[in-house]
């Protein structure tokens, strides 16, 4: 079906989101930035990603975006004003409402994935300043008609076999 790369909390990078970019242009249908580059909404950095913006971000992103790809509803966020580091009740109240079936966060740096009333949740850690674990992350999610595949990837775009997950959606 389609594929999705979802990074976060990059916090500056610049040269790393260029590099993500073009490693996995051919292979995905759709780039998701959920908040907290620091970059200008037009940096060059930023070109091809569907990018919120995050408590650390000025210049015009928006705070939520919703688009749709092979059937399924995205909801992008940074996470900040849902209080995501302490429960995602409050994001998911916003998910029933927008009618997303799958949500895309930042904001803890923490990476994360479970469903949820048949919602896929996604914190796809930092790609700069990780917590909870080493490795600084990025995700591509392999969507399919009542599945989505996570498969998880470090920096330097090694996959990480042990973290790829499979989850049944709406």
């Known amino acids: 079906m389609s594929k999705v790369l979802v990074v976060s909390d990059s916090h500056g990078m610049t040269k790393e989101l260029e590099v993500i ?6 292979d995905v249908d759709l780039m998701i930035h959920c908040g907290d580059s620091q970059l200008d909404p037009d940096h060059k950095s930023l070109m091809g990603y569907f990018t919120v ?11 939520e975006l919703v688009t ?25 109240y ?7 079936d799958i949500v895309c966060f ?4 923490i990476l994360g994935a479970e469903v949820i009333d048949g919602t896929l949740y996604l914190n796809p850690g930092s790609i700069r ?14 969507l399919q008609e009542n ?24």
């Open 129 to 142: 300043l990780p917590r909870q674990r080493v490795e600084k992350t990025y995700v591509i999610l392999d």
């Open 94 to 100: 916003k998910a029933q409402e927008s009618g997303a």
């Open 68 to 92: 749709d790809l092979s059937g399924k509803k995205i909801f992008i966020t940074h996470g900040h004003r849902y209080s995501v580091k302490t429960s995602l009740m409050k994001l998911t």
């Open 147 to 170: 599945s989505v595949r996570m498969i998880v990837y470090e920096l330097n775009g090694k996959d990480i076999p042990g973290l790829a997950r499979d989850f049944k959606v709406n």
């Open 53 to 63: 913006g995050g408590n650390c971000d000025f210049g015009g992103f928006p705070l």
């Open 21 to 26: 970019r073009e490693r996995h242009l051919a």
């Open 106 to 109: 930042g904001h803890s740096h």
